[in-house]
């Protein structure tokens, strides 16, 4: 059987250590998997609790990019950028 990929956006797996911003308090850190322009695949501890919407700071010193859950499995979560 083929599989399609019916992403809009092609993905570049990057493996970038990033933070992720919580209501503008909490840190938390994460790996980005992969990126595209709408949306990354973020990777970081299963017992976190993590918001839906948060900030993703990608790299050192990148601006922050508004983000939405679209997915979660095991360590890793799907997110969309707003």
Known sequence: MIELDRRQYSRAVTGTPARIL???????????????AGGACLVLDPSVALP???DLIPGRGD????CRVVWRFSDRVGVAFN
Do not use: G, Q
């Not at 919580?22 to 595209?36: E, G, K, M, P």
């Not at 601006?63 to 508004?66: E, T, V, Y």
């Open 22 to 36: 919580c209501n503008y308090r909490s840190v938390l850190a994460c790996t980005i998997h992969d990126i595209s």
């Open 52 to 54: 839906e919407r948060f």
């Open 63 to 66: 601006d922050p990019r508004a």
